[in-house]
């Protein structure tokens, strides 16, 4: 513990953010860190607590709280009040093979359960994790590490995702020769196009691969597994295969005038978005331009918030983000206590932006696409309906339709599993929520030495969860290699 009295002296003090109309100028990221000196008395703030929530991981009322990666958070804090970057950042790496990613992108699940948060405000768990790994890299500390022994057995890991990856680094430090498939032209995933740039700069996810590469990993991109490539030759040329393709299947709206032009996936429209920002700089057009658009969302999670603050930074006319649900409250209920993970309301950058730019928050509760209205096969409008939940049951409420102008509808409405053409190539079932089918709490699927892990394994989930499951995959592919581990 750094400082005992530390969590009575300090207030919590979060890294700061680049003013919502300046930022919105760029895809920068826009976060501005905490000095040394002032990140270290965030560390201070850490009570190493006789049970550390912080680093539970733990399913309570159906929702993950707590590290799910079981950060070393006491101990790695310990180390920042006392200056001891090198301590802080080897037990970070013991446990998660990308901070830079999950110090950027997680919602802070640790932060949710923290002790000094049942009563006061909770230690800034998610900011010092990204301080160590950012300090590190400039400090010259974060070099490729190749293992000295090979195994000599060959492992292909299909998907670039963070699960992805998580495997192939971990099965590589092993010892093994690793190949990463991945079906786009850049690898990484979910993180390379699902999440864009301001908040994931692509620039630390290729820091990263460039050490992986350097470390023995090989990378095939463009090589689609189940289309452009064989699977069955990947079955005969490796000794395990590990599916990591996300459950990237888009949940769809079925209404009438689905078909018309000007309606896209949030996936869609993300991809196209950071793909043209990375080739040229927006100058191929090949994005969806937002522009004097009006936009309307579907979808009140993270996805839809970060097409929020795509479509602004496109300069739209106007952005309306539709949530089924109603609004959630702003402390917590009795019923949700914690160290479950709070269901309150959360304004995020995107709506805090759309707030900056148009006067008003983008969200509309209790709200669904009733119709479609188009004009010569175009998007002009949509006909909103008012919904409630009533026994279990999603109804309309009577008279509540309501017309909105639109140009571009977004669908970011979750997914429905993983795409079928890779299981199917491979023979590998699926379960009811069209996820890869394996024991409870393991890797292995039908087919002899293929394995699946991520969000393809247990559904949607988050970045930091996918880790984890790359992690645990790669401990259970490396017993079938070897007859044992030794993995952590």
Known sequence: MGKITGFMEYERSEKKRIEPLIRIKNFDEFYIPLQDGERKEQAARCMNCGVPFCQSGMILSGMMTGCP????????????????????????LKTNNFPEFTGRVCPALCEAACVNGRLGKSVTCHDNELYIIET?????????????????????????????????DCLNKRGHLVTVFEKNDRVGGL?????????LNKSVIERKLAIMRDEGIEFKTNADVGNTVDAEEILKDFDAVILCCGANEPRDIKVSGRESEGIYFAVDFLTANTKSLLNSGFADKKYVDTKDKNVVIVGGG???NDCVGTAIRHGAKSVIQLEMMPKPPEERTENNGWPEFPRILKTDYGQEEAIAVFGRDPRV??????EIISEKGKLKAIKTVKVEFTDGKLTEIENS??????????????????KKYLPKAFGVELNQRNAVKTEEGKFATN???????????????LVVRAIAEGRKCA???????????NMI
């Open 447 to 461: 087919v002899p030495k293929v394995f699946a892990a991520g969000d393809m394994h247990i559904g949607q989930s």
């Open 136 to 168: 590190a890299y400039k400090n010259g500390l974060i070099k490729a590490n190749p293992p000295t022994v090979r195994s000599g057995k060959k492992v292909a890991v299909i998907g670039s995702g963070p699960s992805g990856l998580a495997t192939a």
């Open 365 to 370: 509760y209790q709200t669904t696409v009733k």
């Open 302 to 304: 993270d996805t839809g």
């Open 69 to 92: 990666l079981n950060n070393l958070i006491p101990e790695w804090n310990d180390a920042i009040y006392n200056d001891n970057l090198q301590n802080a950042l080897l037990r970070l």
């Open 191 to 199: 993180l390379m196009y699902g999440i864009p740039n301001m908040k």
């Open 475 to 485: 401990k259970e592919v490396d017993r079938f290699l070897m007859g044992y581990t």
């Open 401 to 418: 339709e309501k017309v909105i102008d639109a140009d571009i509808l977004i669908i970011a409405a979750g997914f429905l599993g993983t």
